[in-house]
């Protein structure tokens, strides 16, 4: 009598379509931000894969480093951690640049994590406690050095 075949193993759940990198992501522009009395300098995310790898696969996240993703229009937007493996805080930013709402997010937590507002056109991720170092909260305006981010910014994402 023949062995019955082994039973195949259950298929992995389908994600879609992947648009990140195998890879951390090295040479990112950058873009210096004027928050209150506070300056940080952050790597900008405006292309479909530079959005959807962010900081996947680096080993970790400085004290002062910090990246912005830019989107072209304004909704709901929602961050995860998948392959991120330490924690980091994200700032949920309005068309106008003021920040709606922070958030903490997980290390390795692929839930992902919506903000309230539908109206959220860009998204700061900083290491866990900057916001809270820094004093910056909820209703505070984010600009560029050069100015509004909705006009040095926006106008050069391709991700809407």
């Known amino acids: 009598m023949a062995t019955p075949p082994a039973p ?13 990198l195998s890879h951390a992501q090295v040479g990112l522009p950058k ?14 995310c405006m292309t479909i894969p530079q959005v959807a790898t962010g ?3 680096r080993t970790g996240i400085k004290p002062e480093e910090s990246m912005l993703f830019v989107f072209g229009t304004k909704q709901r937007r929602s961050f995860y951690m998948k392959n991120v493996t330490f924690p980091i805080a994200a700032a949920y930013i309005d068309g106008d640049g003021v920040i709606q709402e922070i958030v903490q997010l997980k290390a390795m937590d692929k839930t992902p994590v919506p903000s309230k507002s539908e109206s959220i056109q860009y998204v700061l991720e900083t290491a866990p406690d900057w916001f809270e170092r820094h004093g910056v909260g909820p209703g505070m305006l984010i600009v560029t050095d050069r100015g509004p981010m909705s006009e040095k910014l926006a106008p050069f994402t391709r991700v809407q």
């Open 8 to 20: 195949k193993p259950a298929p992995e759940e389908d994600e879609g379509p992947v648009h990140h």
């Open 31 to 44: 873009s210096r931000l004027l928050i209150g009395t506070n300056d940080l300098t952050a790597e900008l």
């Open 55 to 57: 900081l996947m696969h």
